[in-house]
């Protein structure tokens, strides 16, 4: 049974960090290119960040160039998102996806405001 459990959301004020994971299993993890998508309120889903699966080439929306970074570790089956400088636009529920089989996790919500 395929899963993927994103954790680490929360609130923060503007300007602070979180760290997202995405524990992945029921798949061969390490074949998978790994995506975070958002959606904010009254909003569509956006791609936020992309790595593959190796992990040796990662993109980004513009609009999170230089704040946030994917990264995985496939021992550990895991997917992160490492987000700073965090602004009130970047308020969403954050998904992780599964690119080859098109598998989404349940989400989790950020909440920058002060």
């Known amino acids: 049974q395929v899963q993927l459990v994103e954790s680490g959301g929360g609130l923060v004020q503007p300007g602070g960090s979180l760290r997202l994971s995405c524990a992945a299993s029921?798949?061969?993890?390490?074949?998978?290119?790994m995506t975070w998508y958002r959606q904010a309120p009254g909003k569509e889903r956006e791609l936020v960040a992309k790595?593959?699966?190796?992990?040796?080439?990662?993109n980004y929306a513009d609009s999170v160039k230089g704040r946030f970074t994917i990264s995985r570790d496939n021992a550990k089956n895991t997917v992160y998102l490492q987000m700073n400088s965090l602004k009130p636009e970047d308020t969403a529920v954050y998904y992780c996806?599964?690119?080859?089989?098109?598998?989404w996790g349940q989400g989790t919500r950020v909440t920058v405001s002060s």
């Open positions: 996806h599964a690119v080859k089989g098109d598998y």
């Open positions: 029921g798949f061969t993890f390490s074949s998978y290119a």
């Open positions: 790595v593959t699966s190796g992990g040796s080439s990662r």
